[in-house]
Every structure is written in C-alpha cells, then in structure tokens.
C-alpha cells in the first residue's frame, strides 16, 4: 500500500481524522524535535514545544497554505517559531528575576507573574501605538493579528485589492517597528 502524502494528512486532519494527525506527528516529530533541542538547548522543553506545534496544527489546520510551502516546511517554521518564543521568554523571566533580587534581595513574584506584568505592559504599549496608526492601516493589522487572518482573507473580507492590504500591513508593520524598537531590542 502506498503512504499517504502529508497533504492528504493536512486534508485528513481538516476532516477531523485524529489517525492523520499520529501519522504526521509519526513522520516529523523527530526533526521536529532534534531542531527544538539546537535551539533551546534542552529536550524537555522541545518536547513541550513540540506537543504545542501539533496541537497548533490540529487546531489550525485551515492556516496551512500548500501554494507557499510544505507540510514538512510548515511544520518546521511553526517549531522555529514557538522555540523562539520560548527561548525569548525564558531569557525575559531570567532578567526580571535578576533585576527584582538586586533591588531588594530575594523576590516574592513568581517567574510567571514577573512576565505577565511586562507581557501586559508590552501588550497595552503595543496597543497604544496601534490606535497612533491611519485606520486602514490599523484594521489591516488588527484582523491580521488578532483575528488570524491572512492578507487575500483580509482582502476578501473588505474587498481591498490585495496589493493595497499589503501596503497597508507593510506600512503599519514598519511604523509600530520604529515607535517600538526599545521593546524589540528587550525581547531579544
């Protein structure tokens, strides 16, 4: 019997088929994880990184695009990114830790709550310097962000010409870089 191609696995998984997404993870999840170990440095938190790739896919099975890449290509950038992630993360609590024991010795926050104070004050910054963009520009990005949407689907949903949705994403994107470039530099 001949095996399945991962795009009738990406097709499976859309229907629900649960054998599709074992299948998948039995195909990936070894490269998938030797990439996550390069990059965090540690297996255990490659192997969370890993259950939240598939779960990812599982969940967002309709974000697959085969017109831009693979499956095995997909698969590899949604684990580069969520490393990433969390390798970002982990260098944020460590700082704030650091910074909280200079102050005044030893620190009653949990890692946790130290990053969901700056994640919120990250988020309210980020927010504060969406509403300072045009409108289109914000809704190009708000329903890019927040709504998952990519941009022919943004496109679609407005009846914008796709070209200007690009514009305006690339625009407001360079904008909330430059007003928001001390956050960047901080997360890496």
């Known amino acids: 019997m001949t095996p399945v191609s991962d795009a009738v696995l990406m097709r499976r998984i859309g229907e629900r088929q649960p054998e599709a997404l074992q299948?998948?993870?039995?195909?990936?999840?070894?490269?998938?994880?030797?990439?996550?170990?390069?990059?965090?440095?540690?297996?255990?938190d490659a192997e969370e990184v890993l259950q939240e790739v598939f779960l990812r896919v599982w969940q967002e099975h309709l974000r697959y695009d085969s017109d831009r890449s693979s499956v095995s290509t997909w698969l590899v950038l949604i684990m580069r990114s969520r490393a990433i992630d969390r390798l970002r993360n982990r260098r944020v609590v460590e700082r704030v830790h650091g910074a909280a024991y200079q102050e005044g010795g030893e620190s009653y926050t949990s890692p946790e709550g130290a990053v969901n104070v700056l994640d919120r004050q990250r988020e309210g910054r980020v927010r504060s310097e969406l509403q300072e963009l045009p409108a289109e520009q914000r809704q190009a990005l708000e329903m890019a962000f927040f709504e998952g949407l990519t941009q022919s689907e943004i496109s679609e949903r407005t009846g914008i010409p796709l070209g200007t949705v690009k514009t305006r994403t690339l625009l407001a994107m360079k904008k909330l870089r430059k007003n928001l470039r001390q956050e960047i530099r901080e997360l890496l």
Request: hydrophobic share 40%; aromatic share 4%; net charge positive.
């Open 23 to 44: 299948e998948l993870y039995r195909r990936h999840a070894s490269n998938l994880l030797a990439l996550g170990k390069r990059i965090l440095d540690t297996l255990e």
